[in-house]
């Protein structure tokens, strides 16, 4: 059996089977990869800001995956290393889900330089999968340097995936006038760079239209600097090329003032808060009787004879008392 450290280090002279099996641990709920996986990413050098990550999210049947098979190509033609991390929603009834977004970026995932990975959310909500932080290290690691991200849906998602990635890419379908304006207005202030996408044909005509509309609204009343607005055609590569450049340099001229660095100090710090509270779940779950008294506090809630906030403080306050005692 491979340990974590032959595992980190197999990982970290690029050997893409290592990268899947260690994705494959960190995302496993088994106790004991659980523990395999934490000593693994002790073994993990400290990421550094010359990689880029971007979080691709945007209305549903708006391209993102055919659109990051297209960017993805632009990245490694200048010269990156690209790794993809797809998103799929799990069924909350089978615990199964689709993963097909690996089948509309072929092209992408032929190139030696890439390497695509389809991960169910489990159940997470904000659009991500549980382990996406720490996909990305494993990704950084094995000398990945430009990481997407794409979330499932639009609404919740640009949030949760902004708290992870230098970038937020936010695509729309070109000409969808009355889908935009109904968005709230946070979901587009979310977004770093902005992309219609489908601009292909007769549609590429009335695309500018929304385009110049939409600068336009950016500029009243923001409060951070403007997202920039670009045209695209994933199908047909129009602007695909521009929109690497756009998304790079933005990275670059993060990188050169400081504010990038002080973005991802933020986002380890709400993975901290995040991991704190995971692990005294865990341990609260590990104490002797848990399961019993997790049970017990379950159906005074059901029946209705103490509230869910009351009966989560009798659990915490009992396990404390254990404790001190």
Same mark, same amino acid.
């Given at each position: 059996?491979?340990?974590?450290?032959?595992? #980190?280090?197999?990982?970290?002279?690029?050997?893409?089977?290592?990268?899947? +099996?260690?994705?494959?641990?960190?995302?496993?709920?088994?106790?004991?990869?659980?523990?395999?996986?934490?000593?693994?990413?002790?073994?993990?050098?400290?990421?550094?800001?010359?990689?880029?990550?971007?979080?691709?999210?945007? =209305?549903?049947?708006?391209?993102?995956?055919?659109?990051?098979? *297209?960017?993805?190509?632009? *990245?490694? @033609?200048?010269?990156?290393?690209?790794? &993809?991390?797809?998103?799929?929603?799990?069924?909350?009834?089978?615990?199964? /889900?689709?993963?097909?977004? +690996?089948?509309?970026? /072929?092209?992408?995932?032929?190139?030696?330089?890439?390497?695509?990975?389809?991960?169910?959310?489990?159940?997470?909500?904000?659009?991500?999968?549980?382990?996406?932080? %720490?996909?990305?290290?494993?990704?950084?690691?094995?000398?990945?340097? #430009?990481?997407?991200? %794409?979330?499932?849906?639009?609404?919740?998602?640009?949030?949760? &995936?902004?708290?992870?990635? @230098?970038?937020?890419?936010?695509?729309?379908?070109?000409? #969808?006038?009355?889908?935009?304006? *109904?968005?709230?207005?946070?979901?587009?202030?979310?977004? @770093?760079?902005?992309?219609?996408?489908?601009?292909?044909?007769?549609?590429?005509?009335?695309?500018?239209? @929304?385009?110049?509309?939409?600068?336009?609204?950016?500029?009243?009343?923001?409060?951070?600097?403007?997202?920039?607005?670009?045209?695209?055609?994933?199908?047909?590569?129009?602007? =695909?090329?521009?929109?690497?450049?756009?998304?790079?340099?933005?990275?670059?001229?993060?990188?050169?003032?400081?504010?990038?660095?002080?973005?991802?100090?933020?986002?380890?710090?709400?993975?901290? %808060?995040?991991?704190?509270?995971?692990?005294?779940? %865990? &341990?609260?779950?590990?104490?002797?009787?848990?399961?019993?008294?997790?049970?017990?506090? #379950?159906?005074?809630?059901?029946?209705?004879?103490?509230?869910?906030?009351?009966?989560?403080?009798?659990?915490?306050?009992?396990?404390?008392?254990?404790?001190?005692?």
């Amino acid at each position: 059996m491979t340990s974590s450290r032959e595992l #980190a280090e197999a990982l970290k002279s690029g050997d893409r089977r290592a990268l899947a +099996k260690a994705i494959t641990l960190i995302e496993s709920t088994r106790a004991a990869d659980r523990e395999a996986a934490r000593e693994l990413l002790r073994e993990l050098p400290e990421p550094s800001t010359a990689s880029l990550r971007i979080g691709v999210t945007g =209305v549903p049947g708006a391209g993102k995956s055919t659109l990051i098979d *297209a960017l993805g190509r632009a *990245a490694i @033609d200048a010269g990156r290393r690209v790794a &993809v991390l797809a998103v799929d929603p799990t069924s909350r009834q089978s615990g199964g /889900s689709v993963l097909g977004d +690996k089948t509309r970026m /072929s092209r992408l995932a032929a190139q030696g330089a890439a390497f695509v990975r389809p991960s169910p959310t489990l159940g997470v909500l904000g659009g991500t999968a549980a382990r996406t932080r %720490e996909v990305i290290s494993l990704c950084e690691a094995a000398g990945y340097d #430009a990481i997407f991200v %794409e979330t499932v849906g639009v609404g919740q998602s640009e949030e949760h &995936v902004a708290s992870m990635v @230098d970038c937020v890419l936010l695509v729309l379908l070109a000409g #969808a006038g009355d889908e935009i304006s *109904a968005m709230k207005r946070g979901i587009l202030e979310a977004a @770093d760079v902005i992309a219609f996408n489908k601009a292909d044909g007769e549609r590429a005509a009335f695309v500018e239209n @929304d385009a110049a509309a939409m600068r336009a609204s950016l500029t009243l009343g923001h409060e951070r600097s403007v997202p920039s607005v670009r045209i695209v055609s994933a199908l047909e590569g129009t602007g =695909v090329a521009d929109l690497w450049t756009v998304l790079a340099d933005r990275h670059r001229d993060a990188s050169a003032s400081g504010a990038l660095h002080e973005r991802r100090a933020r986002q380890r710090l709400e993975w901290f %808060e995040t991991a704190l509270a995971e692990t005294l779940l %865990e &341990v609260f779950a590990q104490r002797p009787g848990a399961e019993s008294a997790h049970r017990a506090a #379950a159906i005074s809630v059901t029946e209705g004879s103490a509230s869910p906030s009351e009966a989560a403080r009798r659990l915490v306050e009992g396990w404390l008392r254990e404790k001190s005692g």
